[in-house]
Antibody, heavy 122, light 110 residues
Framework: QVQLVESGGGVVQPGRSLRLSCAAS????????MHWVRQAPGKGLEWVAV????????YYADSVKGRVTVSRDNSKNTLDLEVSSLRDEDTGVYYC???????????????WGQGTQVIVSS | QSVLTQPPSASGAPGQRVTISCSGS????????VNWYQQLPGTAPKLLLY???QRPSGVPDRFSGSKSGTSASLAVSGLQSEDEADYYC???????????FGGGTRLTVL
């Protein structure tokens, strides 16, 4: 069965960087685009980034562009998200989600991980 | 301010039918299919409907979707207490080159 397990969250000081990871199993990882979606405490879902099946195409939300880098290692079935210059508004739960398609704009997020909590605080 | 507009709340009595709207524009809903997600309290989101009105395996047929122009709707018929959750619409926006979510609608079963 499809499993997505996020890790790397924690308490981080403003201005520092953090690397989140998502370990995928139960499907052919290199055939699907992958997303990061976050949710601030008590708020709605906010899409963060997407990467195509082969890593050749990526898109970012305007709110994080320039501070976030998404990457994947298809040999290890992992998806990463590096967030730099962390701000208070980056606090929240970060989910990785599988796209139903290999392309980045046409599918839907059919499987989600349980999320990893990031708290930006001094 | 979300690109897709949803009402913050909706409610209905058990057994009733409730609809949740999702309003967008020509650069998103007007040209792309809409997906809906359900988030039960304290859990990760779950795909509820895709491609405007398709149900993944395991989703009851009490949930249905429709789209017209730049708006989409989620209908829940035969409301049950376990339907209490937050519901989000989402689609790709060609102008922003980004995926966008609605602000979410909290459904309460009275």
């Amino acid at each position: 069965q499809v499993q997505l397990v996020e890790s790397g969250g924690g308490v981080v000081q403003p201005g520092r960087s953090l690397r989140l990871s998502c370990a995928a199993s139960g499907f052919t990882f290199n055939s699907f685009a992958m997303h990061w979606v976050r949710q601030a405490p008590g708020k709605g879902l906010e899409w963060v980034a997407v990467m195509s099946y082969d890593g050749s195409t990526k898109y970012y939300a305007d709110s994080v562009k320039g501070r976030v880098t998404v990457s994947r290692d298809n040999s290890k079935n992992t998806l990463d998200l590096e967030v730099s210059s962390l701000r208070d508004e980056d606090t929240g739960v970060y989910y990785c989600a599988r796209d139903s398609d290999y392309h980045v704009t046409a599918g839907y997020k059919d499987y989600w991980g349980q999320g990893t909590q990031v708290i930006v605080s001094s | 301010q979300s690109v897709l507009t949803q009402p913050p709340s909706a409610s209905g009595a058990p057994g009733q039918r409730v609809t949740i709207s999702c309003s967008g524009s020509s650069s998103n809903i007007g040209r792309k299919t809409v997906n809906w997600y359900q988030q039960l309290p304290g859990t990760a989101p779950k795909l509820l409907l895709y491609s405007d009105n398709q149900r993944p395996s395991g989703v009851p047929d009490r949930f249905s979707g429709s789209k017209s122009g730049t708006s989409a709707s989620l209908a829940v018929s035969g409301l049950q207490s376990e339907d209490e959750a937050d519901y989000y619409c989402a689609t790709w926006d060609d102008s922003l080159s980004a995926w966008v979510f609605g602000g979410g609608t909290r459904l309460t079963v009275l």
